[in-house]
């Protein structure tokens, strides 16, 4: 028998169900057992290690250790010059290069003073949202995988598996994609591209109220994640949790609307925010929504911004790209955009020469993944799982 | 020890058993994708509303999936007309390649007219990050991805592209007729 431990009641949120059960584990006599959530645990996203302390079914503390995929971006990047860091932020989010690709074109572009033009803009534009919608794709569908259900992975992944086809047209990369270089893009537009995204356009409008039907606002799906791992606003504000999760959790925070970049303030989109409709704000149903909700609103981004280039004159794409990266101005810079985990930050210290001096790199799912000790205690063992699925890590990221 | 054993019941009452519905939703728009794509299938087979594709299964091995011309695959060398390598060992592909997995040895011609050639043209293809750097680098279009075959695995850890395996002169290991099939495909 282990003497009696003392409980810190968590910090975070917990319902009073959960105070009384805490009450009532402090009166019983036994032992805490820990548990090793991971690393090869198939709901874990990857290679994640979550140390778990539990009280029968209840988790008093759950620490996730990362660094099982440290591929050493920041040491690299010092290294190699910039347009050869390209490749590697493809690897830092897999599952939404376009996005890393073109937060580091923009961070550079700024320091070094391009511009580029604005059809070139819009492409970016573009093959970013259709990313966005990739990337939430795969997050819905392993999410419903891991709660148990297997037919909407299957679905998604069909979805998903269309984005992928126009990408590989696009720029011939499926998953890593190196298109948005510094000052421009890798390729430009096929003929007959744009045709291919309206249709994907009109074929996926559809999809997402079958999505609905099936998944998202089924009884068993909603009970499950109702009032489940609630993060409310304050404790995103301080663990810096962006993205999803952060407007799951009521804040209306969007980098494309309050710090537009790319020509994103020209666009009409809305920012969907959680609203509580099954239970609580911020619980694990609304950060699932606002991701099907952002679906809906790329979907619209991309309508505009094809029927944008349907009308604009052909240019180089590779214009702006300058000749040679040998001298490039000195400085340091900190750029932020809208990942869709949420805030890809990149700070950037140039010392003048043809490799940066030092790169950081502000990983969206690293600090979203912070908040798991924080909301970790309180939970049961099954809740655990669906937490981790809602807050939609990726690990390629979280270590980088 | 002690232990503490309680035993809870659970009856289900009303509010419980109204998720058979639900059930009985998810398993109709499955049913509903099955009987469409089947109907669709049948009506192809007939040869009426052959615009509406089905969902199709690639046949994978036999029956590889369409790749587009742009699709990063494995690297191949190209060559003039008379034979003879395009590649003038400029090394551009070995300086812009962010993962150093191309290796030149540059030597002199046996044609008087051309300067320079590569006498060893490896590329480490357990380093290649498959980033297409090298062949929108290349001054004299002497490298390119276009194999369209992806299927890169092997049991050893030496899958070392040499200059013959570029050039598709050679085949060796079980891989290598990708790179014939590849030029084949892409001169019918």
Same mark, same amino acid.
């Given at each position: 028998?282990?003497?009696?431990?003392?409980? $810190?009641?968590?910090?975070?949120?917990?319902?009073?169900?959960?105070?009384?059960?805490?009450? *009532? *584990?402090?009166?019983?006599?036994?032992? %805490?057992?820990?548990?090793?959530?991971?690393?090869?645990?198939?709901?874990?996203?990857?290679?994640?290690?979550?140390?778990?302390?539990?009280?029968?079914?209840?988790?008093?503390?759950?620490?996730?250790?990362?660094?099982?995929?440290?591929?050493?971006?920041?040491?690299?990047?010092?290294?190699?010059?910039?347009?050869?860091?390209?490749? %590697?932020?493809?690897?830092?989010?897999?599952?939404?290069?376009?996005? $890393?690709?073109?937060?580091?074109?923009?961070?550079?572009?700024?320091?070094?003073?391009?511009?580029?033009?604005?059809?070139?803009?819009?492409?970016?534009?573009?093959?970013?949202?259709?990313?966005?919608?990739?990337?939430?794709?795969?997050?819905?569908?392993?999410?419903?995988?891991?709660?148990?259900?297997?037919?909407?992975?299957?679905?998604?992944?069909?979805?998903?598996?269309?984005?992928?086809?126009?990408?590989?047209?696009?720029?011939?990369?499926?998953?890593?994609?190196?298109?948005?270089?510094?000052?421009?893009?890798?390729?430009?537009?096929?003929?007959?591209?744009?045709?291919?995204?309206?249709?994907?356009?009109?074929?996926?409008?559809?999809?997402?109220?079958?999505?609905?039907?099936?998944?998202?606002?089924?009884?068993?799906?909603?009970?499950?994640?109702?009032?489940?791992?609630?993060?409310?606003?304050?404790?995103?504000?301080?663990?810096?949790?962006?993205?999803?999760?952060?407007?799951?959790?009521?804040?209306?925070?969007?980098?494309?609307?309050?710090?537009?970049?790319?020509?994103?303030?020209?666009?009409?989109?809305?920012?969907?925010?959680?609203?509580?409709?099954?239970?609580?704000?911020?619980?694990?149903?609304?950060?699932?929504?606002?991701?099907?909700?952002?679906?809906?609103?790329?979907?619209?981004?991309?309508?505009?911004?094809?029927?944008?280039?349907?009308?604009?004159?052909?240019?180089?794409?590779?214009?702006?790209?300058?000749?040679?990266?040998?001298?490039?101005?000195?400085?340091?810079?900190?750029?932020?955009?809208?990942?869709?985990?949420?805030?890809?930050?990149?700070?950037?210290?140039?010392?003048?020469?043809?490799?940066?001096?030092?790169?950081?790199?502000?990983?969206?799912? %690293?600090?979203?993944?912070?908040?798991?000790?924080?909301?970790?205690?309180?939970?049961?063992?099954?809740?655990?799982?669906?937490?981790?699925?809602?807050?939609?890590?990726?690990?390629?990221?979280?270590?980088? | 020890?002690?232990?503490?054993?309680?035993?809870?019941?659970?009856?289900?009452?009303?509010?419980?058993?109204?998720?058979?519905?639900?059930?009985?939703?998810?398993?109709?728009?499955?049913?509903?994708?099955?009987?469409?794509?089947?109907?669709? @299938?049948?009506?192809?087979?007939?040869?009426?509303?052959?615009?509406?594709?089905?969902?199709?299964?690639?046949?994978?091995?036999?029956?590889?999936?369409?790749? @587009?011309?742009?699709?990063?695959?494995? @690297?191949?060398?190209?060559?003039?007309?008379?034979?003879?390598?395009?590649?003038?060992?400029?090394?551009?592909?070995?300086?812009?390649?962010?993962?150093?997995?191309? @290796?030149?040895?540059?030597?002199?011609?046996?044609?008087?007219?051309?300067?320079?050639?590569?006498?060893?043209?490896?590329?480490?293809?357990?380093?290649?990050?498959?980033?297409?750097?090298?062949?929108?680098?290349?001054?004299?279009?002497?490298?390119?991805?276009?194999?369209?075959?992806?299927?890169?695995?092997?049991?050893?850890?030496?899958?070392?592209?040499?200059?013959?395996?570029?050039?598709?002169?050679?085949?060796?290991?079980?891989?290598?007729?990708?790179?014939?099939?590849?030029?084949?495909?892409?001169?019918?």
């Amino acid at each position: 028998m282990s003497e009696k431990r003392e409980l $810190n009641l968590p910090l975070g949120p917990t319902p009073e169900k959960m105070q009384a059960a805490y009450a *009532a *584990a402090d009166q019983m006599p036994g032992e %805490f057992m820990h548990v090793q959530m991971g690393p090869q645990h198939p709901a874990t996203h990857g290679v994640l290690r979550v140390e778990i302390e539990t009280d029968g079914e209840m988790i008093l503390k759950g620490t996730p250790h990362i660094g099982y995929l440290h591929r050493c971006f920041e040491k690299v990047a010092e290294n190699i010059t910039w347009p050869q860091i390209v490749p %590697f932020t493809d690897r830092l989010d897999y599952c939404s290069s376009m996005n $890393n690709n073109l937060g580091w074109s923009l961070a550079c572009e700024k320091l070094f003073g391009i511009e580029v033009s604005e059809r070139v803009q819009t492409i970016r534009v573009l093959a970013a949202e259709l990313n966005r919608i990739a990337n939430h794709c795969v997050a819905l569908g392993s999410y419903s995988l891991d709660i148990g259900a297997w037919t909407p992975f299957l679905l998604l992944f069909q979805e998903r598996e269309h984005i992928l086809d126009l990408f590989e047209e696009l720029c011939g990369g499926r998953l890593l994609l190196n298109y948005i270089w510094i000052g421009g893009l890798s390729h430009d537009i096929p003929d007959g591209w744009l045709k291919k995204v309206r249709d994907f356009t009109e074929y996926m409008k559809p999809k997402v109220p079958e999505l609905n039907q099936l998944l998202s606002y089924n009884k068993i799906f909603t009970e499950r994640l109702a009032n489940v791992a609630v993060i409310p606003a304050d404790v995103c504000l301080q663990y810096g949790v962006t993205g999803p999760n952060l407007r799951g959790a009521g804040v209306k925070w969007d980098l494309r609307k309050s710090e537009p970049y790319s020509g994103y303030e020209t666009y009409d989109f809305d920012i969907p925010v959680g609203t509580g409709e099954m239970g609580q704000v911020g619980d694990a149903f609304d950060r699932y929504m606002v991701r099907v909700h952002e679906i809906e609103q790329s979907l619209r981004i991309i309508e505009q911004a094809a029927g944008r280039l349907e009308k604009m004159p052909g240019d180089d794409v590779q214009a702006a790209i300058p000749r040679t990266f040998a001298k490039v101005p000195a400085g340091e810079i900190y750029f932020r955009t809208e990942q869709p985990k949420g805030e890809l930050g990149f700070y950037i210290v140039s010392n003048g020469k043809s490799k940066p001096q030092r790169v950081k790199c502000r990983a969206p799912s %690293f600090s979203n993944l912070c908040v798991l000790s924080k909301v970790a205690p309180g939970l049961l063992i099954a809740d655990m799982v669906a937490l981790i699925g809602s807050i939609d890590i990726v690990l390629g990221d979280v270590d980088r | 020890m002690q232990k503490k054993v309680t035993n809870i019941t659970f009856n289900p009452g009303f509010k419980e058993n109204i998720y058979y519905p639900e059930v009985f939703r998810g398993l109709w728009i499955t049913n509903r994708h099955f009987f469409v794509n089947m109907w669709r @299938h049948t009506l192809n087979l007939f040869g009426i509303r052959t615009k509406v594709r089905p969902a199709v299964t690639y046949q994978y091995p036999e029956d590889p999936r369409p790749a @587009h011309y742009r699709l990063r695959g494995r @690297h191949r060398l190209t060559e003039k007309q008379n034979g003879a390598m395009r590649c003038t060992a400029c090394m551009l592909c070995e300086t812009i390649c962010p993962c150093d997995c191309i @290796h030149i040895v540059p030597g002199e011609s046996p044609d008087p007219h051309i300067e320079k050639f590569p006498e060893e043209f490896t590329i480490d293809l357990l380093r290649c990050c498959y980033c297409g750097f090298c062949v929108e680098a290349c001054p004299v279009d002497a490298i390119r991805m276009d194999v369209t075959r992806t299927e890169m695995a092997g049991y050893t850890r030496d899958i070392i592209l040499t200059k013959e395996l570029l050039l598709g002169k050679v085949k060796a290991h079980p891989w290598e007729n990708w790179i014939a099939e590849g030029v084949e495909e892409k001169a019918g």
